[in-house]
């Protein structure tokens, strides 16, 4: 449940630096402010997620999940809270999302919520349920195309042929491999009981 509190503090927080973000955009990059809140937004979860894919690998979180199958349940609550936090006051905040990113947005933060209450976390990271380990991978490496998040806050004032393009594609091609295959692997053994 404190996992919840983390979530809805970081969301105010984020929720805060809207308004100064867009402004700035407004004023010295000329847009228009559904265009600035929409640059905002991918601005802040760009630089969110490249402190939590930092913080993931430096601490060794990462290595300990995907490798040696073990993770710190307060690491895992704490990110996903951070992480549905972001989609959360996305979704609140820029007025005219794309259908498909407002169907991840609500799905993030319904699954986020419904984790961070329901899960049994009292468990050490050996023994927790499996469909945490595998939501926490996903959402760990879901973090990884920080870049793609980047390259659409900036993609109306770039060259079609930037590298950042490319840099992008292959983060997010190689983060949806690894996902998907570290996912597909666990399957047969997932424990549905949560």
Same mark, same amino acid.
């Given at each position: 449940?404190?996992?919840?509190?983390?979530?809805?503090?970081?969301?105010?927080?984020?929720? %805060?630096?809207?308004?100064?973000?867009?402004?700035?955009?407004?004023?010295?990059?000329?847009?228009? %402010?559904?265009?600035?809140?929409?640059?905002?937004?991918?601005?802040?979860?760009?630089?969110?997620?490249?402190?939590?894919?930092?913080?993931?690998?430096?601490?060794?979180?990462?290595? %300990?999940?995907?490798?040696?199958?073990?993770?710190? /349940?307060?690491?895992?609550?704490?990110?996903? $809270?951070?992480? $549905?936090?972001?989609?959360?006051?996305?979704?609140?905040?820029?007025?005219?999302?794309?259908?498909?990113?407002?169907?991840?947005?609500?799905?993030?933060?319904?699954?986020?919520?419904?984790?961070?209450?329901?899960?049994?976390?009292?468990?050490?990271?050996?023994?927790? /349920?499996?469909?945490?380990?595998?939501?926490? *991978?996903?959402?760990?490496?879901?973090?990884? /195309?920080?870049? *793609?998040?980047?390259?659409? $806050? *900036?993609?109306?004032?770039?060259?079609?042929?930037?590298?950042?393009?490319?840099?992008?594609?292959?983060?997010?091609?190689?983060?949806?491999?690894?996902?998907?295959?570290?996912?597909?692997?666990?399957?047969?053994?997932?424990?549905?009981?949560?």
């Amino acid at each position: 449940m404190w996992g919840l509190l983390v979530g809805l503090a970081f969301g105010g927080f984020v929720w %805060r630096e809207y308004t100064p973000i867009a402004a700035y955009l407004q004023r010295e990059q000329s847009m228009k %402010r559904v265009e600035a809140l929409e640059a905002t937004s991918n601005i802040i979860k760009a630089v969110v997620l490249l402190c939590l894919c930092t913080y993931s690998y430096l601490s060794g979180e990462a290595v %300990r999940a995907v490798c040696l199958d073990r993770f710190s /349940p307060a690491t895992v609550q704490v990110t996903m $809270a951070i992480y $549905a936090s972001l989609d959360v006051v996305s979704l609140m905040q820029v007025p005219k999302l794309a259908r498909s990113t407002r169907i991840h947005h609500v799905g993030v933060g319904v699954v986020a919520t419904w984790m961070l209450m329901c899960v049994d976390w009292s468990h050490d990271g050996r023994h927790a /349920p499996r469909v945490a380990k595998c939501l926490f *991978v996903y959402g760990l490496v879901s973090s990884n /195309p920080y870049a *793609v998040n980047g390259l659409l $806050a *900036v993609r109306r004032h770039i060259s079609p042929r930037t590298r950042l393009r490319w840099v992008a594609l292959v983060i997010y091609a190689a983060s949806c491999a690894v996902n998907w295959t570290y996912q597909l692997y666990w399957l047969p053994d997932m424990h549905w009981s949560l």
